[in-house]
């Protein structure tokens, strides 16, 4: 029984400094882009993957225009 008097302070403290946490990461924008990086990583360059002919035909018609 003597141990909830240390264990009721305690979990309020934890309680109270996860609820400060909370309210500082929305006030510094942490949750203002939830799609943002979802859609970053579909829309990835992959340059690399293009064929060397097929790059070269691009940079052609780029210059051409």
Not at 20 to 30: D, E, K, N, P, T
Not at 39 to 48: A, E, S
């Amino acid at each position: 029984m003597n141990i909830l008097y240390l264990l009721i302070p305690i979990g309020l403290i934890i309680l109270g400094a996860a609820i400060w946490l909370f309210i500082w990461a929305v006030r510094s924008g942490q949750y203002e882009d939830l799609e943002g990086p979802a859609h970053r990583i579909l829309m990835d360059d992959d340059d690399p993957m293009i064929p060397e002919n097929a790059a070269k035909k691009a940079r052609e018609k780029k210059q051409q225009e």
